[in-house]
């Protein structure tokens, strides 16, 4: 007798400003979950922060592949304490969630925290990891402590003159202005004119309170994929090679020639292989979990190795870079799904082991 499937509930959507590539890797996820193991249920989340129930998937076809439309639902999606999820007084059942949400109110520890008072399992790393990896300037400060490569950087939480003049006082030009808190490249801006450094500087703090400002490496861009709980693996890294100026928004999702990925990278074997070390490293320092991608620069002039950041829930598209290195490792899109839930109820029994009250 074949077991019953497990119901998987993904969570799309949300209220950053990666609303729309949550769209289409949740189109992907949904089209590759095997039927057979897994039943979905669907919950978007509009921009306002309101949770939708699905009646179904309603896929939208667009140049750059799919994306799952976000239908507004009668009744609005609760969180219940202990008990998970509901609409109404209708009971929300699910085996594990799957949160396919970028950046802030979805990558960055809040949903995660939501499913823990909820009692349910999820994809991806905790509370912990998710926030810390989520603030750019904390990762680099634990990374630091942990002894491993960090691109320098200067935090600043305004876009004064005083400020401007810290960048030029620290910094040659050009430099990379971001926000500390945000992902897929929402917010960044190259600067190379001294002019342009107020604007920049107040573009990424519309996204965050801090930005943060690194120095332009002349360096390959290399992204390693990590896969585990207690025991990670990194699989061979890929090389992405941007057509736009550098790897921003519109290469990453809007242009599908937006950047060339080339997989495996072409790196000696010992490049590789350090690339690899300091991916599990970087995702043990802030106690990951699921799945991360770690990216890294590497100089083009003495192959210096240096850690850029980590993404607890990278982008899972048609063209995103975490599923495919996974994939040229050996690891096809549906079967990393399947590792990706079984970390997850793993991670959940080990949690639901502990004692949190002393009666």
Request: proline share 7%.
């Amino acid at each position: 007798m074949s077991p019953q499937p497990l119901t998987v509930c993904l969570l799309f959507g949300g209220r950053s400003g990666e609303h729309e590539v949550s769209l289409r890797s949740a189109a992907s996820v949904s089209r590759n979950l095997d039927p057979a193991r897994y039943r979905q249920v669907l919950i978007g989340i509009d921009k306002a922060g309101v949770w939708h129930l699905q009646s179904s998937g309603s896929f939208r076809r667009e140049s750059y592949g799919e994306r799952l439309e976000l239908v507004p639902a009668r009744r609005p999606v609760s969180v219940v304490p202990g008990r998970g999820l509901a609409a109404g007084a209708q009971r929300i059942a699910a085996d594990v969630v799957f949160p396919v949400l970028h950046g802030t109110f979805g990558e960055d520890g809040t949903v995660q925290g939501l499913l823990e008072v909820a009692g349910l399992p999820y994809v991806g790393a905790g509370v912990l990891a998710s926030s810390l990896a989520m603030d750019k300037d904390k990762t680099k400060e634990v990374w630091r402590r942990a002894g491993l490569p960090v691109v320098d950087s200067l935090t600043l939480r305004d876009a004064s003159p005083a400020s401007v003049q810290a960048v030029r006082e620290r910094f040659p030009l050009p430099v990379f202005v971001k926000p500390s808190a945000a992902g897929s490249s929402v917010g960044i801006r190259k600067v190379g004119d001294p002019a342009a450094l107020a604007p920049a500087l107040a573009e990424a703090l519309r996204f965050d309170s801090k930005a943060l400002v690194e120095p332009a490496i002349q360096g390959r861009e290399i992204e390693c994929s990590v896969l585990g709980n207690e025991e990670p693996v990194a699989f061979p890294p890929g090389e992405v090679i941007p057509r736009h100026e550098f790897y921003s928004y519109e290469a990453k999702y809007l242009d599908p020639q937006g950047a060339e990925l080339r997989l495996p990278a072409e790196l000696p074997e010992g490049t590789r292989n350090e690339v690899m070390r300091l991916a599990v490293a970087a995702f043990r320092a802030v106690e990951a979990s699921g799945m991360a991608r770690v990216d890294f620069f590497v100089e083009k002039t003495g192959g210096r190795i240096w850690i850029n950041e980590i993404n607890t829930l990278p982008g899972f598209t048609n063209i995103s870079m975490y599923p495919k290195m996974c994939e040229a490792g050996g690891l096809a899109y549906p079967r990393l799904l399947d590792r990706l839930i079984e970390l997850a109820l793993e991670r959940h029994r080990l949690r639901s082991g502990l004692l949190f009250s002393r009666e």
